[in-house]
């Protein structure tokens, strides 16, 4: 277990007076299948944060990285019938993956977060036509391709990419800017 994934569960359980394993329980007999249901379930009736519902989702359906016997599945499964946008996630992933040494990978069920000392990047096949780039950058306005994200989600903007030219210097750059804000 990453030390990340530790600290959230230690911080989950000073907040929430209940560890994980209730949390799963919780989250696996609130009449929920998907994954999306569950976390509105657990931010609406338990008043959880975005990003705690998640964990909690993700660790109770056993979707998350972590989980997983074969990460390399997981990315497998998420271009599955998307397979025309994996050259667009393999071109992104050298290129980031140069960044730093510090980056860490985690796949789950479909998406990719990229993580330093907190995410940064999320990379994720939206539809069968176009992959998200997910950047987390505080006090960034979005111009160029870079839009805003509604709060509260797992990031705070994003970019579109549906065609290999949509990734150019100009995505790089705000990927650097959101890696170099999350080493801070």
Not at 40 to 50: A, I, N, Q, S, V
Not at 101 to 121: G, H, M, T
Request: aromatic share 6%; net charge neutral; charged share 30%.
């Amino acid at each position: 277990m990453d030390p990340a994934e530790i600290t959230m569960i230690e911080n989950l359980q000073k907040l929430t007076g209940k560890s994980l394993d209730e949390w799963k329980k919780i989250a696996l007999n609130c009449g929920f299948q998907k994954h999306g249901e569950i976390i509105t379930h657990l931010k609406e009736t338990y008043e959880l944060g975005h990003g705690y519902a998640n964990f909690i989702a993700h660790k109770a359906r056993g979707s998350d990285a972590g989980s997983a016997d074969d990460k390399s599945q997981l990315i497998d499964n998420q271009y599955k019938g998307k397979e025309n946008l994996r050259p667009f996630y393999e071109t992104l992933m050298a290129e980031i993956l140069q960044l730093g040494s510090d980056i860490e990978v985690a796949p789950k069920n479909a998406s990719v977060s990229l993580r330093r000392k907190k995410q940064f990047c999320l990379l994720e096949p939206k539809t069968k036509t176009r992959l998200e780039v997910g950047l987390n950058m505080k006090g960034v306005t979005a111009s160029g391709k870079l839009e805003t994200c509604p709060p509260g989600g797992m990031c705070t903007h994003k970019i579109r990419v549906e065609k290999a030219e949509d990734i150019d210097m100009e995505v790089f750059e705000w990927i650097r800017t959101a890696y170099g804000q999350a080493g801070v």
